[in-house]
């Protein structure tokens, strides 16, 4: 018969194309499916979907998919095998068996994000933070977090690629946490187009760093203005945090 799991997943997207499959490298998808031959005899592959399709070097701690198998194992031997036969930086957390309603993608009620920008430069850190080599006024990015909550077109913080039908995502939570080594940006909502929160970071970056006005971040939101670039954030800072359903 035919089952459905669910799994967690976290994993450091450094070495990796990004989550989906594709010709170009070794993605996270990939390796997953692969891991999961030898429960299937390796007769036919399973075919996993993923809850958010990380860029490349996007990092994930709660990363969720699905897989349909015929199999007499229980969750937990599944996961011992994934995690057997996967690199050292993929390691599936939970797996459980789920009714087949149930959708990695579809079912998702919101998704959570982080990013995290460096205080200082730390060799240990850089795989997994960003630092930029600027003062950063952090009155600003506060008040440019709060402007991102709500439901709008996010035309301009997406990639020119983002092949999305509607631009339409609503914003739940949006703001910076400030600690002693890390500033953290705190973003969650029912979607993200592609590359967005990289992009808001990004930008809201050259605004603490005196080179955009808090104006200009607003004016950008309500697509207001051309005369003002968008900056996307690097990839490593970026973790998928959590997925709610």
């Not at 600003?140 to 092949?163: A, D, I, N, Q």
């Not at 809201?204 to 003002?228: P, Q, S």
């Amino acid at each position: 018969m035919l089952r459905r799991f669910k799994i967690v997943i976290e994993y450091d997207g450094t070495n990796y194309f990004g989550w989906q499959k594709q010709k170009k490298g070794e993605t996270i998808q990939e390796l997953i499916e692969r891991a999961l031959l030898p429960l299937n005899g390796g007769r036919r592959g399973v075919r996993i979907t993923g809850a958010g399709r990380t860029d490349a070097g996007v990092h994930a701690l709660g990363q969720v998919a699905h897989f349909d198998m015929e199999t007499e194992l229980d969750p937990g031997t599944i996961k011992i095998v994934i995690n057997a036969n996967t690199p050292k930086d993929i390691y599936v957390t939970r797996c459980e068996e789920v009714d087949k309603s149930f959708h990695a993608r579809f079912s998702a009620k919101r998704r959570k994000y982080i990013y995290r920008i460096a205080r200082r430069y730390s060799p240990f850190d850089r795989l997994f933070s960003w630092c930029p080599p600027y003062e950063l006024d952090t009155e600003k990015l506060h008040k440019c977090s709060k402007l991102v909550v709500g439901k709008r077109e996010f035309v301009r913080f997406c990639k020119s690629t983002c092949k999305a039908k509607s631009k339409e995502c609503v914003v739940f939570e949006s703001f910076w946490k400030e600690g002693e080594r890390f500033l953290e940006y705190h973003i969650s909502a029912n979607r993200f187009l592609q590359s967005m929160v990289r992009m808001l970071v990004g930008t809201m970056i050259e605004v603490a760093r005196g080179r955009y006005t808090v104006e200009d971040f607003k004016n950008l939101l309500e697509n207001k203005t051309n005369e003002v670039q968008v900056l996307t954030a690097p990839a490593k800072g970026l973790f998928l945090k959590e997925i709610i359903y």
